[in-house]
């Protein structure tokens, strides 16, 4: 008789492991070193992101998306390294840490529209437990080299 598998899962490697895009039109295996974040609060600025991006390592530029005619902050910024080693120690060490009391969210930039907007490999799961968060799902979807997870939760007001 054999004896029953293992159910424990083996564990994950550090996100970092997972190689930066190429840069566009790069033949020459040049790879970016720039970061998307996400999940900002709208009073999240530049001064900040560079204050806390530039401990991992020398940044080269911080972008925060605005609004066109509003100006106010669309939640979501690029942080460039001059170096990929740099913004992959970011991406592994700082992904979901709290930036104003808010977990951020931390993937590599993703600049070729085609592969953006074509909705391949979205996925949509409902009825999780209240208890689960983003970090949470990224560690059970990246052994399916899933590129971002977000958990979003409705509220309700009584």
């Known amino acids: 008789m054999s004896s029953p598998a293992s159910t424990a899962a083996p564990p994950l490697p550090p996100l ?64 460039n390294f001059h170096q990929v080693q740099d913004a992959e120690r970011a991406l592994d060490t700082m992904n979901y840490t ?16 085609s592969l953006r907007k074509s909705g391949v490999g979205n996925v949509f799961v409902k009825n999780l437990d209240l208890g689960i968060d983003n970090k949470q799902v990224s560690l059970v979807c990246y052994s399916f080299s899933v590129l971002c997870c977000k958990v979003c939760c409705k509220v309700y007001i009584l």
């Open 16 to 79: 970092a492991s997972v190689a930066p895009p190429a840069a566009s039109g790069s033949g020459s295996g040049f790879h970016s070193a720039s970061l998307y974040v996400g999940d900002l609060l709208q009073t999240v600025n530049e001064g900040l992101l560079f204050e806390i991006f530039n401990a991992v390592g020398p940044v080269a530029s911080i972008r925060v998306c605005r609004d066109a005619i509003t100006r106010k902050s669309l939640g979501y910024s690029y942080v």
């Open 98 to 113: 709290l930036i104003k009391n808010q977990a951020c969210r931390i993937m590599w930039s993703q600049r070729d529209p």
